[in-house]
């Protein structure tokens, strides 16, 4: 099975790909964790994704498609798997489309995540990681023992850039000019399946199951 999770940041895409991934034997494919890598690398292309990922705007098309490219042309280029936060542009999605068809590779589903902008506000501004393994907490859901500091060694905590309540709204605002476009470009190929994802993981992941049925046996 091969399928793309759209979604605002936040909507739990990231979550519901690592559970999809464990449970049937997919590869997850994150474009966030592999431009966040690349920052604290300081490779070119982190120091050239940097300023755009702290400002909450999507990074340039083609620095995104070509870390894809990369991805899909290695010798372990993944068959079966879960794309999470790619593509973000029709740009980009027609840039996949060629990328696919090239390795003789086809789509079986694009789920679309929906959830309100003000939780997503809240899950994302709550969010904090431990600098040095990047073990994650929310202030709310998932809180550490003692507020700020992670459990095990007493490291403080910190919260990502893009993690910050300002940035998540720019990010909500650059996320809606330009799903709905990317929203139609999978519809009309008969691809897209939406799935409200509010409340607890597991519930979500049961829906999006749903709608995944009867792609199972399906060569994509």
């Known amino acids: 099975m091969r399928l793309i ?16 991934c464990s449970r049937n034997h997919l590869v997850h494919i994150a474009t966030g964790d592999i431009l966040r890598r690349a920052i604290e690398e300081n490779t070119p292309a982190g120091a ?4 755009f990922m702290e400002a909450g705007k999507l990074v340039p098309d083609e620095l995104v498609n070509g870390v894809i490219a990369e991805r899909f042309a290695s010798a372990d280029r993944p068959t079966r798997f879960v794309m999470d936060g790619y593509p973000r542009s029709l740009v980009q ?11 003789h590779l086809c789509l079986a589903a694009v789920v679309l995540l929906t959830v309100d902008d003000e939780e997503i506000v809240r899950r994302v501004a709550g969010r904090w990681v431990c600098p040095r393994c990047q073990t994650p907490y929310h202030v709310e859901s998932n809180p550490p023992r003692v507020p700020g500091v992670y459990d095990l060694d007493g490291v403080r905590l910190e ?14 605002e650059v996320y809606r000019n330009n799903t709905a476009g990317l929203a139609r470009h999978y519809r009309d190929k008969g691809l897209l399946r939406e799935v409200f994802a509010s409340g607890d993981i597991e519930g979500v992941y049961q829906r999006i199951l749903e709608v995944l049925r009867g792609q199972a046996g399906s060569s994509c």
């Open 5 to 20: 999770l759209l979604g605002p940041p936040g909507s739990g895409k990231g979550t519901q790909a690592k559970l999809l």
């Open 48 to 51: 050239r994704a940097r300023p």
């Open 93 to 103: 999605a027609d840039t996949f489309d060629a990328l696919l068809d090239r390795h």
């Open 159 to 172: 919260q990502r850039p893009d993690d910050r309540a300002e940035t998540v709204r720019a990010r909500l």
